[in-house]
């Protein structure tokens, strides 16, 4: 029985310890989130979805800074113009610890983070207006690791563009659903050694 308690509580703690490895120091992540906003589901109706390409790397524990790049194209309703939205820009990402503000992990595979973003934006409708400006975004978002460096992502943020163009301030909600995957330098592999 003891051997058998001992198996789990060392089977419990390299999970642990593997579940933050890959926030780590020195680790880059990148992926891409699939934004899904609103898909119409009468006859005719509309869509809107766009990629969201990220990179950034692991300037200390829980913190990264990077990049994105947003494409995307919505229909409000068959036969209206085509919509085009492009931006990139900055990126920043702030992972919370177990324990944190009295935040507790869902799973023990996972973890909640912050991401904001800022950078120059744009939004284009055929035959229609256009406008380009100030792109930025944040909100909350959890990301399951399903395995030590791929991580499923689930981010609810708020979108704004303060144009330049025909159009002013605009804003919205996006649901996003992603991947993202846990690259290691050698420094923080080695880290992860030391600490076996």
């Known amino acids: 029985m003891k051997k058998l308690l001992l198996g789990a509580f060392v089977i419990g703690a390299g999970l642990f310890s ?3 490895a890959q926030i780590q120091e020195g680790n880059w992540m990148v992926g891409s989130s ?3 906003s609103n898909f119409g589901l009468n006859t005719g109706a509309g869509y809107n979805i766009a990629l969201q390409p990220k990179a950034a790397y692991f300037i200390k524990d829980n913190v990264a800074l990077g990049a994105y790049v947003d494409l995307g194209i919505s229909k409000a309703t068959k036969g209206s113009p085509t919509a085009f939205d492009y931006g990139v820009g900055a990126l920043g990402r702030y992972y919370i610890s177990p324990g944190e503000a009295g ?3 869902l799973l ?3 973890r909640w983070f912050f991401e904001g973003n800022v950078g120059v934006g744009g939004y284009s409708v055929e035959d229609g207006p256009s406008t380009t400006g100030l792109d930025f975004g944040v909100g909350p978002g959890y990301s399951y ?3 030590p460096n791929i991580g499923l992502e689930g981010l609810v943020k708020y979108k704004g563009r303060a144009g330049f163009g025909n159009e002013g301030l605009n804003s919205n909600i996006t649901f996003n659903v992603g991947l993202s995957i846990y690259l290691p330098t050698s420094h923080a592999k080695r880290i992860a050694e030391d600490a076996k």
Do not use: P
Request: hydrophobic letters at 45%.
């Open 18 to 20: 593997t579940a933050n």
């Open 108 to 110: 023990n595979h996972g």
């Open 103 to 105: 935040v507790d992990n």
């Open 145 to 147: 690791f399903i395995t």
């Open 34 to 36: 699939i934004v899904a």
